[in-house]
């Protein structure tokens, strides 16, 4: 069983588009999270849930939105897409400490 | 402002030679380090935690260590198996509840 799982693992759109990703994990963690890793490989928090409250916002854009409808899922909304968006979006989970990883999602503005 | 840095770069060594990367980090209110693997296109893979200064973990062909103000990552007798980027990252907690800082990482790379 997957523990972390991400849709769409690739995804190639036009700049001022919205879109979504969706993530979902089988682990019962109480805490999950959404991270961008840069054309630099640099892994950067975005978000952080925990029992469905917000409780990190960096610095991100507001056309950036988390969405959770449950404990067991985060989804990423993302409005008017930029060219400076594409990059590697991963979705992560803890209870606490250590965090699972999904498999990454390839976000391609063109 | 926390950071946490990674070093070398990058590391190419002859698969059986033994070497370490460094993690080093200035950040307040630590909560544990944490190292993880990263293959071409996979997302983190944990490896360890560690909490406090003199900690130690092993696994297999790898070994992590602490101190107040770096980590090390000791890789004896590596395999190509082992080649992958390494991610250090500090876990802290604010006032936003806990949060995750990474570091840039070290791409391994072992040859046979």
């Known amino acids: 069983d997957t523990a972390v799982s991400q849709t769409p693992k690739y995804l190639v759109t036009q700049m001022g588009n919205d879109k979504s990703i969706k993530c979902e994990q089988n682990?019962?963690?109480?805490?999950m999270y959404w991270y961008k890793q840069d054309s630099k490989k640099f892994l950067k928090i975005m978000f952080s849930y925990n029992n469905k409250e917000l409780i990190i916002n960096e610095t991100v854009p507001n056309r950036f939105s988390p969405k959770s409808p449950d404990k067991a899922h985060l989804n990423l909304h993302i409005n008017s897409l930029e060219l400076g968006d594409s990059a590697v979006y991963f979705c992560?989970?803890?209870?606490?400490?250590?965090?699972?990883f999904g498999p990454g999602t390839r976000l391609t503005v063109t | 402002e926390d950071q946490v840095t990674q070093s070398p770069e990058a590391l190419r060594l002859q698969e059986g030679e033994s070497s370490s990367l460094n993690c080093s980090y200035t950040?307040?209110?630590?909560?544990?380090l944490f190292w993880y693997r990263q293959d071409p296109g996979k997302g983190p893979e944990f490896l360890f935690t560690?909490?406090?200064a003199g900690e130690e973990k092993e696994k297999e062909r790898l070994k992590a260590t602490l101190t107040k103000k770096e980590s090390f990552l000791h890789i004896t007798a590596p395999k190509p198996e082992d080649s992958a980027t390494y991610l250090c990252?500090?876990?802290?907690?604010?006032?936003?509840?806990?949060?995750?800082?990474f570091g840039p990482g070290t791409r391994l790379s072992v040859l046979p």
């Open positions: 950040v307040s209110g630590l909560r544990g």
């Open positions: 682990l019962g963690h109480d805490t």
């Open positions: 992560a989970s803890s209870n606490p400490g250590e965090q699972y």
């Open positions: 560690l909490y406090s």
């Open positions: 990252a500090v876990r802290r907690t604010d006032n936003y509840g806990q949060n995750f800082v």
